[in-house]
């Protein structure tokens, strides 16, 4: 595996996050139910290590989205694997409706289970409540747009899109709550943060295009990812991230004046292929024990 430790960290952890964390601690106390939002191609690196301890005895689930860019068979290891570590594990591609149908009534079922076992004997009057939490772009406002119908979280391709904690009632008597995507403040790695900013979880501005392009180059060759090489100028898997990008720009005629090959497009360009699902569906981690699938 490729070494990408000499890079600095950007350590990003804005103030708006700083602040939706606080708030989320003080908001907890009043949902009956936590969702948390994880990304099926990297579902350890996606979750927040601090959000269990906040939790309380409240019920959790996590819902790993975004399961169109990820491997089929990858997902369901990850899903036997997280029901074995008995957690609840629910697998989406948020921006299908009909995938998302039945969700909030799993939801509801969750809650009345878990009062039931606290020993709640009156009925609840006031609707459900359900806080859905997840790192930024993870696509927690299209989740929560797709289950009302009128679409009133704004969302888009980009971290940091909700900034404040929005409650949207449904029918049915369930209430969700949007709220800012989060990251924590120490991640300790620069793969870790590489691996997030090209789920697009981190501020596009604060990784070099050229870097995360090499991180993806290298990620493509440890995963032997079956990358249809051909369309991106290469006949198979290029041995340097030079010559991968030499060759896509060569293929898309992406020159500097001078007649000059542009690299640093065609590493833009790489990296919008893989974001848009060009270069197939790709799960950077696999369950412990699971032998790679490619
Ligand atoms: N391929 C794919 N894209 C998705 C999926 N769900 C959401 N997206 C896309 O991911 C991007 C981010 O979606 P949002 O819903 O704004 O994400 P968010 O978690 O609310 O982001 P913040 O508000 O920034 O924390 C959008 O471009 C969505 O279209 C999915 O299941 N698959
Ligand atoms: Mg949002």
Redesign the pocket.
């Given at each position: 595996m490729q070494d990408f430790s000499q890079y600095p960290l950007t350590g990003w952890y804005p103030g708006h996050m700083l602040k939706a964390g606080k708030e989320m601690r003080g908001i907890l106390s009043l949902v009956d139910l936590v969702v948390e939002?994880i990304d099926a191609r990297a579902p350890l690196s996606s979750r927040n290590p601090n959000l269990r301890s906040m939790l309380e005895q409240r019920p959790f689930i996590m819902v790993a989205?975004?399961?169109?860019?990820a491997q089929p068979a990858v997902s369901k290891a990850w899903e036997a694997w997280f029901t074995a570590q008995g957690e609840r594990i629910f697998l989406?591609?948020?921006?299908?409706i009909a995938n998302v149908r039945g969700l909030t009534e799993l939801w509801r079922r969750i809650v009345m289970e878990h009062r039931a076992l606290r020993g709640a004997v009156r009925p609840l009057v006031r609707p459900v409540r359900i806080m859905i939490a997840?790192?930024?772009?993870?696509?927690?406002?299209?989740?929560?747009?797709h289950l009302h119908e009128k679409n009133k979280?704004?969302?888009?391709?980009?971290?940091?899109?909700?900034r404040q904690n929005q409650w949207i009632s449904l029918e049915g008597g369930v209430e969700l709550l949007?709220t800012?995507?989060i990251l924590w403040p120490r991640i300790t790695t620069k793969r870790h943060e590489l691996l997030l900013a090209l789920l697009?979880s981190l501020k596009e501005e604060l990784v070099e295009p050229s870097l995360l392009a090499e991180f993806l180059w290298s990620e493509l060759v440890r995963l032997k990812a079956p990358v249809n090489w051909p369309d991106l100028g290469s006949s198979s898997c290029p041995t340097s991230i030079t010559e991968c990008l030499e060759n896509l720009a060569r293929r898309r005629g992406l020159l500097r004046s001078g007649g000059v090959l542009d690299v640093e497009r065609a590493a833009i360009a790489l990296i919008k292929d893989y974001r848009d699902?060009k270069l197939g569906r790709i799960s950077f981690e696999r369950p412990p024990s699971t032998p790679p699938t490619f």
């Amino acid at each position: 595996m490729q070494d990408f430790s000499q890079y600095p960290l950007t350590g990003w952890y804005p103030g708006h996050m700083l602040k939706a964390g606080k708030e989320m601690r003080g908001i907890l106390s009043l949902v009956d139910l936590v969702v948390e939002l994880i990304d099926a191609r990297a579902p350890l690196s996606s979750r927040n290590p601090n959000l269990r301890s906040m939790l309380e005895q409240r019920p959790f689930i996590m819902v790993a989205n975004k399961t169109d860019l990820a491997q089929p068979a990858v997902s369901k290891a990850w899903e036997a694997w997280f029901t074995a570590q008995g957690e609840r594990i629910f697998l989406l591609d948020s921006r299908r409706i009909a995938n998302v149908r039945g969700l909030t009534e799993l939801w509801r079922r969750i809650v009345m289970e878990h009062r039931a076992l606290r020993g709640a004997v009156r009925p609840l009057v006031r609707p459900v409540r359900i806080m859905i939490a997840g790192i930024p772009n993870i696509g927690k406002s299209t989740l929560v747009n797709h289950l009302h119908e009128k679409n009133k979280a704004q969302v888009g391709p980009k971290p940091g899109v909700t900034r404040q904690n929005q409650w949207i009632s449904l029918e049915g008597g369930v209430e969700l709550l949007d709220t800012p995507g989060i990251l924590w403040p120490r991640i300790t790695t620069k793969r870790h943060e590489l691996l997030l900013a090209l789920l697009g979880s981190l501020k596009e501005e604060l990784v070099e295009p050229s870097l995360l392009a090499e991180f993806l180059w290298s990620e493509l060759v440890r995963l032997k990812a079956p990358v249809n090489w051909p369309d991106l100028g290469s006949s198979s898997c290029p041995t340097s991230i030079t010559e991968c990008l030499e060759n896509l720009a060569r293929r898309r005629g992406l020159l500097r004046s001078g007649g000059v090959l542009d690299v640093e497009r065609a590493a833009i360009a790489l990296i919008k292929d893989y974001r848009d699902g060009k270069l197939g569906r790709i799960s950077f981690e696999r369950p412990p024990s699971t032998p790679p699938t490619f």
